[in-house]
C-alpha cells in the first residue's frame, strides 16, 4: 500500500484523468470504475476504504507548530499552526499565528492588521466563503 495517500480532491482528479485517457485510448471507462481503479492502483480494496483512509488521517504538513504558506483575504501569508480539528472528513478548523501581520482591509483611509486568523479549510486546502471577487478568504497551499 502507498504511504503517501493523495486527498479525496486529488484522489477524483487523477480519475478524472485516467478515464480521459482510457477513452482516447479506445477503451472507455466510467466515473464509478476510473474511482475503483484509482483505490486499487493505492493499494485498496475499493473507493469506500479508500475515502475512509483519507479521511481519517490529518493531511501532511497540518499540525501544532508546522509552518504553512498560502493566501488570506487574497494577501500571502506564511504562518504557524496554532491549532487544528476536524470538522467533517477533510475539513479542518485551523488557527494560525501569521509571521508577520496583514491588513485585511482594502481601504486607503484605514487599516486592520491581524496576526492571529482561523478558518476552516477543505479538501483543496481552501474555506468556503468567498471574498466579492471569489477568491476563498483562506488558502492553504497544500504541496
Known amino acids: 500500500m502507498n504511504n503517501q495517500l493523495p486527498s479525496t480532491a486529488q484522489a477524483k482528479e487523477q480519475a478524472k ?16 470504475k476510473s474511482l475503483e481503479l484509482i483505490a486499487h492502483q493505492h493499494g485498496f480494496r ?17 499540525a501544532v507548530g508546522e509552518k504553512v504558506k498560502g493566501t488570506y483575504l487574497s494577501q500571502p501569508i506564511e504562518a504557524t499552526v496554532i491549532s ?23 481601504s486607503d483611509r484605514f487599516s ?7 478558518g476552516t479549510v477543505g479538501p483543496k486546502g481552501q474555506s468556503l ?13 497544500l504541496g
Open 46 to 62: 475499493d473507493w469506500n476504504t479508500m475515502c475512509t483512509a483519507i479521511g481519517n488521517r490529518q493531511p501532511n504538513g497540518w
Open 112 to 118: 486592520n492588521w491581524r496576526k492571529r486568523i482561523h
Open 129 to 141: 466563503e468567498n471574498t466579492s471577487d471569489g477568491k476563498p478568504h483562506l488558502h492553504i497551499d
Open 17 to 32: 484523468r485516467l478515464r480521459k485517457k482510457m477513452t482516447e485510448d479506445g477503451t472507455p471507462i466510467g466515473h464509478a
Open 84 to 106: 487544528i480539528s476536524m470538522v467533517k472528513p477533510g475539513w479542518f478548523q485551523l488557527k494560525l499565528d501569521l509571521d508577520e501581520a496583514v491588513d485585511v482591509v482594502t
